[in-house]
């Protein structure tokens, strides 16, 4: 993978030219946020030739973004922000076919979307290998995982007993594990009624750990762990002087649903939430030994007769994000209601384990002393949500009600400090920011030289485009002791979170290789190409080239199904072929080497013509023929 360079002659005609506009043309408009009022000239000429990517070199990090309801990823270049493309994971995308062919749509079952919420890479040893990239639904209970080496999503696992799985996709530290979590609790067993005045009895939360295969990265269910009635939001999993637990921060410890009631008070009349600390490798062992109850196909681990495996750390109010410092050591807690984030040491958490120093149990859970754990509470403004670290020793912390970063010092801390002073700079952003990454920021050595920010609003940074608005995400620079904005990018909704690898640590395929293929279905020549019927099943056998299809003409009767196996055979980078078969909703993209299956029921008599929907060769209008349903 080429290095991003900037030519000698770029640099200095750029920095003429931005210059000259500057300073001749019409006055710039203020950089409403920026330092000072607004952006100096020369602060805007840094900023832009610090995101230039010249055309023909490339960015140094693949962003790749949660796409929330819309159901996809999006993936952008950093410095340049430019986005590069979508990868559809929970919902149909017509641009790839993706929810047209058999295995896309048997992977995508009964839903035609998915929110799409926190992506996670694999590791190993802590640090992002680039193999395969997981992602969660919020709303439907499933996560998925994404191959790296084609930017396609292979598999789709819907666990049971999970409601609404927020706490996902954090990855441990050799993809033994990624995470998952029920956000709003139900009644358990799944597909229990309860009414909810039976709330606090009958409903539970549950976490679980999905298993990842070393080989091939399939998902499969290791275990679950029946929790309190919480609402369980982020996680985060540990490493290094953390190894072997799992973090999930949870809200409404006042375990009530009052209908009519407004959650946003009931659930905030206590003085603290909690963090859950799960031990994976005691989870695992447990249900090893025939610990867990079969639910569902699920094993459910009862911490109630399964000791040792969980425990609750008391946190500030309304908790989103609880992150895990790159040394393992320091487990960061922020309350949305408190303007402080609070710092635990891994350490301290062990050593009131092991003395069992408990403030109470809840369902068989322990409640670990706050003043034991707590190594400090560091004053970092409104609204705290999540943190991010660069590998220098500070961290970051997304302000939502502020609008803001702040930057801060991880421990040591002198003895009796004012942890004010550990707060060495704040930047705004535009506006009311959720999540927020950092250049490798989820792994044990994150870069630290770049920051995005994930901002839930614009407010009119951009050209109106009606009342429909665009996500705001800002590139920000935190190589030197200030933190400086670089540049202002808009996305499709809704991001939540995202993370960010280099790009050497990627090394896609550009075709699958015909000697590679494994598909009893692809065919590689013209002569190859048949059509069988059984019975009222027409089976087609299909090739692509440019610039025609073979077989062109496919005869069937009303009421047959047809299946069509098509492969592209071009081995050549970018000669993309398409098949659409006009007014049957049929449309599926064939990268080169490629075979898909499409199966649909010839339901319409008449004559059909299908064509290759990617423009392929100066001869690409001719590629086209016909499906003839008597």
């Known amino acids: 993978m080429r290095k991003r360079t900037i030519v000698a002659v770029a640099m200095p005609l750029v920095a003429i030219m931005l210059a000259g506009m500057i300073g001749c043309g019409p006055k710039p408009p203020s950089r409403r946020g920026g330092r000072g009022g607004g952006a100096t000239g020369s602060d805007l000429t840094k900023a832009a030739l610090a995101t230039y990517v010249a055309p023909g070199d490339l960015d140094e990090y693949y962003l790749f973004y949660s796409g ?13 922000m430019r986005h590069i493309a979508t990868i ?35 590791e190993t040893d802590g640090e992002y290998d680039g193999r395969w990239l997981f992602i969660n639904d919020n709303a439907n209970g499933r996560i998925a995982r994404i191959d790296l080496r084609d930017f396609k999503t292979k598999q789709i696992l819907k666990v049971p007993n999970i409601s609404a799985n927020h706490g996902s996709s954090f990855v441990t530290p050799n993809s033994e594990y990624v995470t998952m979590s029920t956000r709003m609790s139900i009644p358990f067993p799944e597909g229990t009624y309860a009414d ?50 799992m973090f999930w921060t949870c809200y409404n410890s006042e375990r009530e649903f009052i209908e009519g009631g ?49 425990w609750f750390i008391p946190l500030a109010k309304s908790p989103h994000g609880v992150d895990v410092s790159p040394d393992g050591r320091w487990i960061i807690g922020s309350g949305k209601l408190s303007p402080t984030t609070t710092v ?48 220098k020793g500070y961290a970051y912390t997304s302000l939502f009600v502020e609008s803001a970063v702040a930057k801060w010092k991880l421990p040591p801390y002198d003895a009796g400090a004012d942890m004010s002073q550990y707060v060495v700079d704040k930047i705004p952003v535009a506006y009311n920011i959720g999540h927020l990454v950092t250049a490798e920021g989820d792994s044990v050595t994150p870069d630290g030289n770049y920051l995005v920010a994930l901002n839930k609003l614009s407010k009119g940074r951009h050209l109106s485009v009606g009342p429909s608005i665009p ?43 015909k000697e590679d293929s494994d598909n009893p279905d692809a065919i590689w020549s013209a002569e190859e190409a048949r059509i069988e019927r059984n019975g009222r099943m027409v089976e087609v056998w299909m090739m692509a080239v440019r610039s025609f299809f073979a077989p062109d003409v496919i005869r069937v009767r009303k009421g047959d199904t047809v299946r069509i196996h098509v492969t592209n055979i071009e081995q050549t980078r970018d000669e993309l072929h398409g098949l659409a ?9 064939i990268d080169p080497g490629e075979t898909k299956t499409i199966t649909f029921k010839a ?28």
């Open 344 to 391: 635990y040491d891994i350490e301290k958490i062990k050593k009131a384990i092991a003395d069992k120093d408990f403030e109470e149990t809840i369902d068989g859970i322990p409640v670990l002393t706050y003043a034991s754990v707590r190594e400090a509470e560091i004053p970092v403004g409104l609204g705290p949500l999540h943190t991010q670290f660069d590998g």
């Open 68 to 80: 929330g309801h819309s159901g996809q990823i999006f993936i952008a270049g950093v410095p340049s």
């Open 603 to 630: 339901d319409k008599a008449g004559v059909y013509a299908y064509y290759c929907t990617n423009f392929c060769s100066a001869l690409h209008q001719e590629m086209q023929g016909y499906l003839l349903v008597k």
């Open 471 to 513: 996500e705001s995400a800002q590139l920000i620079d935190i190589t030197g002791e200030k933190m400086s904005l670089l540049y202002d990018a808009f996305t499709e909704p809704e991001p939540h979170y995202a993370v960010m690898i280099k790009a050497d640590k990627l090394d896609p395929i550009e075709v699958y290789k």
């Open 196 to 245: 909810v005045t039976e709330y606090a009895e009958k409903y539970k939360g549950l976490v679980a750990g999905i298993k990842i295969d070393p080989e091939d990265g399939e998902m499969s269910i290791g275990w679950e762990i029946l929790v309190p009635p919480f609402n369980y939001d982020l996680g985060d999993a540990g490493k290094k002087a953390s190894d072997g637990y």
């Open 262 to 310: 407004k959650l946003e008070v009931t659930a905030s009349q206590k003085d603290k939430d909690y963090i859950l600390m799960v031990d994976w490798r005691a989870a695992e062992k447990a249900v090893e030994a025939g610990q867990g109850r079969m639910v569902a196909g699920a094993p459910v681990l009862d911490p109630k007769k399964t000791s040792d495996i969980a």
């Open 581 to 589: 078969i006009n007014d049957y909703n049929i449309n599926v993209v």
């Open 88 to 122: 559809p994971v929970f919902t149909p995308y017509p641009g790839t076919g993706y929810g047209f062919d058999d295995e896309t749509r048997e992977m995508l079952g009964e839903y035609d979307w998915g929110d799409a919420h926190h992506p996670g890479f694999s």
